[in-house]
């Protein structure tokens, strides 16, 4: 009797023990589901020189909207924007630039954003045409020893959920020359991403605004797709 009353409190003793490891474990998992990850966002960016920067408000909200139809990221769909001179740029993990004119960034703007992509940011900029001279001019504020590297098409950018394995896309004609995609890596990170001659940006606007074709729309907003899953891996 002695010998089973003692197997009889081991076992109780056991069972409590893997019941508090399984309450915990499970608690641990709830605690998991519950907690919310952030919302993936967008800001656009703002900048001097008279450039139309805040052009086709719609485009991030549908991308974003599409991003989280797509791939079931949570994402925070509205139209915001920063600009360099404020701390709030570094709130975000993505930055959103286009626009048809003139860029100018000051000592201390390009400055700041130098230490964003230092520090892990990611910029997409799209040349909605007439943007590209004076991006690159004032790209090399920012960076005076990086260029900006055109991207090959085996770029995980091009390819890590829908194939782009030619290139970006070609969504308005512009000068009708090639689509170009370019990287400033910094080590082994892309951490700008800028297209000339593809605009898939005013892809992503509302159906009325360019009235483009769907199928037109749908490879933009894919495209675009691509470009935000690529930052998330940086």
Avoid: C
């Amino acid at each position: 009797m002695r010998f089973g009353r003692a197997r009889y409190i081991l076992r109780n003793a056991m069972t409590l023990r893997y019941n508090s490891i399984f309450l915990v474990a499970f608690s641990a998992a709830l605690f998991a589901q519950s907690a919310e990850a952030p919302a993936f966002s967008i800001a656009r960016l703002k900048y001097d020189g008279g450039g139309d920067w805040y052009n086709d408000r719609s485009a991030e909200i549908n991308l974003l909207r599409f991003v989280e139809r797509e791939t079931g990221m949570t994402t925070d769909a509205r139209h915001q924007f920063v600009e360099l001179s404020s701390e709030e740029i570094f709130a975000y993990p993505f930055l959103f630039m286009t626009g048809h004119g003139n860029v100018v960034f000051s000592e201390r703007d390009a400055e700041r954003l130098r230490a964003y992509l230092e520090g892990g940011g990611f910029l997409y900029v799209d040349d909605d045409y007439g943007l590209d001279k004076p991006f690159r001019r004032e790209m090399k504020k920012v960076f005076p020893d990086r260029d900006l590297l055109e991207a090959p098409y085996n770029h995980p950018i091009y390819r890590i959920r829908y194939d782009f394995s030619s290139g970006p896309p070609k969504t308005h004609k512009h000068d009708d020359k090639a689509p170009r995609g370019y990287g400033l890596f910094i080590g082994e990170r892309m951490a700008v991403f800028y297209t000339v001659e593809s605009n898939p940006s005013d892809g992503w606007a509302d159906p009325e605004v360019h009235n483009d074709p769907e199928a037109t729309r749908l490879e933009a907003l894919r495209f675009g797709a691509n470009i935000v899953l690529y930052s998330t891996t940086q």
